[in-house]
């Protein structure tokens, strides 16, 4: 059986969509979001240890956000980034209205 080294993780806070941290787990805390109902919210994480073969996993919780509804609809990783683009699929008119944490973990594939 194999461990997973948590060593390896870390915390960033975005500005503008775009954060640095150059681990192979993370939790990010977004900017205040109010993404409108079916629009997107795209977050650029700058992070060396980050292939374009690799296999991330990523799951959202709600910071200060108390509306709308986050899900994760792509995850695209590249050497030295890795893209997260968030969606409000909230079944009304519902913007969201704080932070999310974006949480990801990288695995070499």
């Known amino acids: 059986m194999s ?3 948590r060593v390896n993780g870390g915390t960033a ?3 503008a969509g775009a954060a640095t941290l150059n681990n ?3 939790i990010i805390t977004t900017e205040a979001l109010t993404t409108a109902q079916a629009a997107t919210y795209t977050l650029t994480i700058t992070n060396s240890q980050i292939a374009a073969t690799d296999m991330v996993f990523v799951s959202i919780g ?3 956000n108390s509306q709308g509804t986050a899900v994760v609809t792509k995850v695209t990783p590249a050497a030295g ?3 997260i683009i968030v969606n409000n699929m909230h079944a ?3 913007a969201f ?3 999310l944490k974006i949480a990801y973990a990288s695995f070499p594939a």
């Open 24 to 26: 192979r787990f993370g």
């Open 92 to 94: 009304s008119a519902v």
């Open 97 to 99: 209205n704080g932070t």
């Open 81 to 83: 980034s890795l893209v």
């Open 62 to 64: 709600y910071g200060t």
């Open 3 to 5: 461990t997973i080294n």
């Open 13 to 15: 806070t975005a500005t």
